[in-house]
């Protein structure tokens, strides 16, 4: 009983913890993050401690649409990887991204009990209030990116709007449960959230964010015009807050250079190397390479770093072929289903479909899935079917 008690404290300092991936060593000439051993530290306490044969074959007869899905996924990736011969990248990203956190998943489910499945996601709640303190530190001592925007200990604005985002779902959701004295919590470090994800400047996050609570809103009770409307209105402040940036200045005026154009460049060239790879891929890590080598079909990339092809339906294409995309698509429905037929608590159901809608939506100008934390927190959603 202690050591499963112990391990349930190591899955919530893991969740806690999603952001150490980017403490990054070598082993015996193999990268590897702290965030990979926290994971693998639990799984293999499960296994000694608690692994459950029973529950296992249980569960892979109730989800057996999901997993015949996860392995269509699996399917693409690694024919992609054999086509494109990219073995230590591409079966690094496979180990990372999704065998990982798929065992994370089934952990979760062995150990964490139906009244406690909550604290999974306050756990993730509390690692973005956070992370929020620490990049707002960063701002009061300036370290800013070149266009003021702030990006914390992340490697780009964007990437830490995203890991910020899905908070807000979790606030919404468990603030509606909470006593007096966590309301005030709530309430204090969804402002500290907040302004992180203010100073992110990522348009694309906010607007995502708006979208999926307005229907959040509309699901939960078709009297929330109210509160709907005060959404809007906040959103309409920051905008125009962003009146005189430059960022929003390009992308209002259509500026050759401004993100939007960056990406339906990044697409365009996505889109050129679909057709001659449009069944199995280029294999997963091998955008950034792809990408150059198709420079000669476009005028000069305004980008030239970019590992990733800014949409999560495209990345999931390139990276595992058509079966990787159609298997993706198919975990999404049958998510979905799932969780549409499933009895567990509104509010936690709320959340799923907040922090599900959000990966949807905003995945189709970013790639919210193809990095060790997003890809977790992704896994996590599936605890509630």
């Not at 979760?108 to 999974?120: G, T």
């Not at 306050?122 to 992370?131: G, H, I, K, M, N």
């Amino acid at each position: 009983m202690k050591k499963l008690f112990n391990l349930e404290n190591l899955i919530y300092l893991t969740i806690l913890a999603l952001p150490t991936y980017l403490l990054r060593f070598n082993i015996v000439g193999f990268p590897t993050n702290v965030l990979d051993w926290l994971i693998f530290a639990c799984v293999v306490i499960w296994i000694l401690a608690s692994y459950k044969k029973n529950d296992l074959q249980r569960d892979i007869l109730k989800f057996k649409p999901i997993i015949m899905a996860i392995g269509v996924i699996f399917i693409g990736l690694v024919a992609s990887i054999l086509v494109a011969k990219n073995y230590t990248m591409g079966l690094g990203i496979i180990k990372s991204w999704f065998v990982l956190p798929i065992l994370f998943l089934v952990v979760i489910r062995s150990v964490i009990m139906e009244d406690k499945l909550k604290n999974v996601f306050f756990a993730y709640y509390l690692s973005a209030f956070v992370v929020a303190l620490i990049s707002l530190g960063f701002f009061i001592l300036g370290l800013k990116t070149y266009d003021m925007r702030l990006e914390g200990f992340f490697n780009s604005p964007n990437y830490l709007a995203m890991y910020l985002a899905p908070a807000f779902f979790i606030g919404y959701g468990l603030f509606a449960e909470a006593s007096s004295k966590r309301k005030i919590f709530f309430g204090l470090s969804g402002s500290a959230i907040f302004l992180a994800l203010y100073l992110t400047c990522s348009y694309s996050s906010w607007i995502a964010v708006v979208a999926v609570f307005l229907f959040l809103l509309a699901v939960k009770s078709r009297k929330n015009m109210k509160r709907g409307s005060a959404v809007l209105f906040l959103f309409a402040i920051l905008l125009l807050s962003q009146v005189e940036k430059n960022k929003f200045a390009d992308l209002i005026s259509g500026n050759g250079r401004s993100s939007i154009s960056s990406r339906v460049m990044i697409w365009h060239s996505a889109e050129k190397i679909l057709e001659s790879n449009w069944f199995l891929g280029i294999g997963a890590g091998n955008f950034q390479k792809e990408y150059l080598a198709y420079q000669k079909y476009f005028p000069p990339y305004l980008e030239w770093a970019v590992p990733h092809p800014h949409n999560v339906y495209l990345a999931f294409w390139l990276y595992g072929g058509i079966f990787g995309l159609l298997g993706f698509l198919s975990l999404v429905y049958f998510w979905f289903y799932c969780l549409s037929k499933s009895q567990k608590n509104p509010n936690l159901k709320l959340i799923g479909l907040g922090i599900m809608g959000y990966i949807l939506v905003h995945g189709l100008v970013d790639t919210t899935y193809f990095k060790n934390d997003l890809a977790v927190i992704f896994w996590l959603l599936f605890a509630l079917l």
